[in-house]
């Protein structure tokens, strides 16, 4: 039963948006709950909790109740987001010139775990974000330079936050992955604090911030051309046992 407090709508994941074969992209449905949680816009990170995958085509519950968000399938909790006071830490700028030449090193050249993912897979281009983060010489950065599709925005031409975590997801990953290797993200936090625009170039950075037995940590960033932050976010991955 649904109280006069919470809000309840019906989510379902299209395919497109997927990151292991079957479930949704971790950063993409992130980014999706914290948008029902603030709106577009908002002033505070927002912490995103992934209990288990989210399934792709099929209804799921997305309630907004109070400073919380969730998305259940049935009874089962999938995702839950909510606003921290806490201000991410960044990697360094990679000029895009830079980032893109990185590009060659892309592990998931070698070898790739999930090759149909949204944001780092060998999707067409136009269909999925194709950003293949590679190692930056002379330091401990992975980079890459993010040409934004024409085909990611909404019914207003803007660029959905959902987009822009979904570019900051997997190369926190990818500073642990050799070719193959793979994990699953458990826990998000991010802020975006510009826009992004269809047909612009950013380059997306990051580096891996330690590890616990199987869990990974990691940082990453969305730059302008000039160097402007246009969102932070920090990582935490679970590795196979």
Not at 185 to 206: C, D, E, F, I
Request: charged share 20%.
């Amino acid at each position: 039963m649904t109280t006069a407090a919470e809000l309840q709508t019906v989510l379902t994941v299209p395919a497109r948006f997927r990151g292991p074969e079957g479930t949704a992209n971790g950063g993409w449905i992130a980014g999706t709950i914290t948008e029902a949680l603030h709106g577009a816009r908002h002033d505070s990170a927002v912490e995103v909790t992934l209990h288990a995958p989210t399934p792709l085509e099929t209804e799921l519950a997305l309630r907004h109740l109070a400073n919380t968000a969730t998305l259940t399938d049935g009874d089962t909790l999938l995702v839950e987001a909510i606003p921290v006071a806490e201000d991410l830490d960044a990697p360094a700028f990679v000029p895009f010139n830079e980032a893109a030449l990185a590009e060659g090193g892309f592990a998931g050249l070698t070898g790739h775990a999930f090759p149909g993912c949204f944001s780092c897979g060998m999707r067409d281009p136009g269909d999925g974000l194709r950003i293949f983060p590679g190692p930056v010489p002379g330091t401990d950065l992975l980079a890459a330079g993010w040409r934004v599709p024409m085909t990611v925005t909404d019914e207003d031409g803007a660029v959905p936050e959902s987009i822009i975590w979904a570019a900051l997801d997997c190369v926190t990953g990818w500073t642990h992955f050799k070719p193959g290797e793979s994990a699953l993200l458990g826990r998000m936090t991010a802020q975006v604090h510009r826009r992004v625009y269809p047909g612009g170039t950013y380059s997306v950075v990051g580096r891996a911030t330690g590890r616990e037995g199987r869990k990974l940590f990691g940082e990453s960033a969305v730059y302008e051309v000039d160097g402007t932050l246009v969102a932070a976010a920090k990582t935490v991955w679970i590795a196979p046992a």
